[in-house]
């Protein structure tokens, strides 16, 4: 009888780049500015202080690194597509803030070993298809006694229902672990460890506005990279029915009586100390 054979370990660097170019598609700043509260919520919950250095990782457009920055906190951003964080440099430049933005990848973070006071990220490093790896950066880039400060989504949450929709269109690889479960507490402890101590660890909602359901679906194809990437590869009855499960997600959390949306996105904001 022939030993069963593990699973094969997905090419995590093939899966990386394909995510890559799925942020270069779009328009993700456009859908990333929106979420700005939340980096503002986040910076003020892990107690930033002028003079700090901060790490925002996986900054995208620099959300969080622009939040810290006008506590004159002295504010880096990392995030490997190349696009947003150009995007980054003119929102800071027109901000007058000083900002430095690298390109770097998360789980291969452009830094030095503990020289950051704080270390943040706003969905950003949640996306990082290793967790244990860019778990491990966090942790490495992050000085004894400093703030590590996470923003991630839930996987019951508007966001955790939105990804498993497209999830039906486009499985993930199995062995890869969905990105939302950096947004429950078990997680978090599995991934830190003893090497953090978890001070604050809150679930928050940000509410998701737009004219109606069809408006979110038709701004998250237009916009939002993964979604306008994998729509692009449908023929025209597919995405119509993409469409239509989209303008379904908002539905199950609306708020408003008017036809708008008004849907709260729920999310875990952690706080912790580097031991």
Known sequence: ???????????????KERQRLGWESGDYARVGVTLQLMAERLVEAAGVRAG???????CGQGNAAMAAARRFAAATGVDYVPGLLDQGRERAAAEHLEVTFTEGDAEQLPCAEASYDVTLSTVGVMF???????AAELLRVTRPGGTIGLASWTPDGL???????????????????SPMLWGTQGRLRELFGDEVEWVALKTRTFEFCYRSPEHFAEWFLANYGPIHRLAGTMDEATRARFAADLAEVPKKFNQADDGTVLAAGEYLEAIGIRR
């Open 1 to 15: 009888m022939e030993t069963p054979q593990a699973p094969a370990r997905p090419d995590l660097v093939a899966l």
């Open 52 to 58: 700090q250095s901060i790490l925002d990782v996986a």
């Open 128 to 134: 990082a298809p290793d967790q244990e790896r860019a």
């Open 159 to 177: 966001v955790g229902v939105l990804f498993r929709t497209i999830g039906t269109y486009a499985p993930p690889p199995p062995q890869v672990r």
